[in-house]
């Protein structure tokens, strides 16, 4: 049966693993950080499946990254082709390790491109992705003029995260972003591992690695807060059944919080199972109820957030300006 309404956002993993690092996300931490990659003969099946099924339409953006960084893939070139041929919008969030193909293909779909930054200096970097600012850095100016040399006019944008350690580099980075004409946004760092952050909400988290934590997150303390508001958080109507989120196994986990490849957080395959089914399961997964109930999904929700102090300047007031133009223009709202 074909879906009323499509997705506004899948997150359709194409590697599922990363070169970096970083410490608090669920793939750098973890022994999974080197998995696979889906085959392009999959992911056309999936595609075509997603299509067919009503989940991605024409306002739709198929953003190829969750747990995993997607530039990794051995044939991104035939995963662009794949997208193209169904003419469905794409993202990729990155840590610039590394550069892709860039041609008219690479930038016909592409709506938006995510650099991700743990800072802007190589102590950052190796305290959090340890892999090469330089690198990343020389990366990102050429990803950015190759798509433009290539007509893309979409948007750029960087993703700083903010931790105790990095404060005084928001700044550079964000002078780095006016250059290029990068969107800039700095947000505090989250403790991105599952099963640690909800021993942290329900207070069983042990002493000695909040310690560790707190000694480079900021905003921990707000976590008490969410707790409070127990009541409120039970008739919490969690946002992240607005998107899709697919492994690279094509498989359809509850949220992108979770870790992917355990089965009481999977909800079916698309390959296999036919998507209703698998939304239906997903209305009543157990691990949602105890998410909402413990307030956990209402601090998940809204622990991504900018500084207070931080003000946008004029160069990303008009890049804003722009983009709101560009999407008129475009009428896609
Ligand atoms: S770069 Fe992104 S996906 Fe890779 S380990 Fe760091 S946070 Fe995780
Ligand atoms: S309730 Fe929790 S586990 Fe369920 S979708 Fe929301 S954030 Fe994810």
């Known amino acids: ?18 070169n970096a690092r970083c410490p608090y996300c669920l793939t750098g931490s973890s022994e999974t950080r080197m998995s696979g990659e889906i085959s392009p003969a999959l992911f056309a099946q999936a595609l075509e499946k997603l299509v067919r099924e009503g989940a991605i339409g024409s306002g739709s953006v198929l953003s190829l990254y969750n747990w995993g960084e997607p530039l990794l893939h051995s044939d991104l070139p035939e ?3 794949i997208i193209n041929d169904h003419d469905v919008r794409y993202a990729l969030s990155t840590n610039a390790y590394r550069v892709p193909v860039i041609n008219r293909e690479f930038v016909r779909n592409l709506d938006h491109l995510i650099f991700s930054m743990c800072g802007f200096s190589q102590a950052s ?3 959090i992705q340890r892999t090469d600012f330089d690198k990343a850095r020389e990366n990102i100016t050429r990803i950015v003029k190759d798509c433009r040399g290539h007509g893309f006019k979409g948007d750029f944008r960087i ?10 580099e928001v700044d550079p980075c964000k002078k780095f972003a006016n250059i290029l ?5 700095p947000q505090y760092a989250i403790l991105n591992r599952w099963d640690d952050l909800r021993k942290l909400v329900i207070g069983e988290l042990p002493p000695e690695t909040f310690s560790d934590i707190s000694g480079d997150l900021l905003g921990l303390d707000e976590i008490p807060g969410f707790l409070k508001k127990k009541d409120a958080a039970c008739r919490f109507l969690c946002p992240q059944f607005e998107y899709l989120v697919l492994t690279e196994n094509g498989d359809v986990v509850t949220c992108c919080q979770l870790p992917k490849d355990r089965p009481e957080f999977q909800c079916g395959n698309i390959l296999d199972d036919p998507l209703e089914d698998i939304l239906e399961r997903r209305r009543k997964m157990p691990v949602c109820e105890d998410c909402v109930g413990t307030g956990l999904a209402a601090y998940i929700n809204s622990s991504i957030k900018a500084p207070a102090s931080y003000r946008r300047d004029l160069r990303q007031t008009v890049l804003i300006i ?8 475009s009428g896609r709202w």
């Open 79 to 81: 995963i662009i082709r």
């Open 181 to 185: 004409g990068i969107h800039f946004h």
């Open 125 to 127: 970097y190796d305290r």
């Open 1 to 18: 049966m074909k879906r009323q309404t499509p997705f506004k956002t899948i997150y359709f993993d194409i590697v599922g693993g990363c």
């Open 159 to 168: 993703f700083f995260h903010i931790y105790k350690f990095n404060e005084e």
């Open 322 to 329: 722009e983009r709101k133009l560009r999407r008129i223009f």
